[in-house]
């Protein structure tokens, strides 16, 4: 399945999207980057059958923190499910992206009709060498769930050091995910 480019949509649209703020149960804390200690940037809101994902990675210092890294702190992503409202966005940080990115679910055996910002399953389209991550829980090798691509400005672009591509990964009977980018 794609994700194609589907316009702006509110900041705590329940939709996929990139961008805004980031829909969370209770209790969440925000989170912060292991090297640096800043607030990361919420990226990207997926909700999908598993749960709904949410993707941080540290921009404070771009290129300093191993943003890149799934396992370097300087990036976050969860899987949520239950009842869950716009979280509250720290005063300090680069924790926002300029700009809300609907993205429409697009049969990929279909004609693209807009703007590929991502795809769902299947097997990652690796820039670089495999980089699955194992579960932080169990150790197991995680499940690739979505590719998200830079985007198609700047305003809605995630850093992946241009022209990167980043990657979810899940481990569904943890609950835990994963993320990474190349380039």
Known sequence: MLLI??????????????GGVPLVPGGFVWPTCRACGGAMQFLAHLPLDTGVFSVFFCQNDPGMCDDWDAAS??????VFSGELTAATVP???????????ALRLHRD??????????RLGGEPDWIQDDETPDCPSCATRMTFTAELEEGYDFATSA?????????????RPCGEAAFLWQR
């Open 5 to 18: 480019h589907d316009g702006e949509t509110t900041d705590d649209a329940s939709v996929p999207r990139t």
């Open 73 to 78: 702190g300087a990036n976050r992503a969860y």
């Open 91 to 101: 005063a300090d940080g680069e924790t926002l992206l300029g700009a809300v990115t």
């Open 109 to 118: 055996d279909e004609p693209v009709d807009g703007l590929v910002l991502g």
């Open 159 to 171: 850093n992946f050091g241009g022209g990167g591509r980043g990657y979810l990964f899940d481990c």
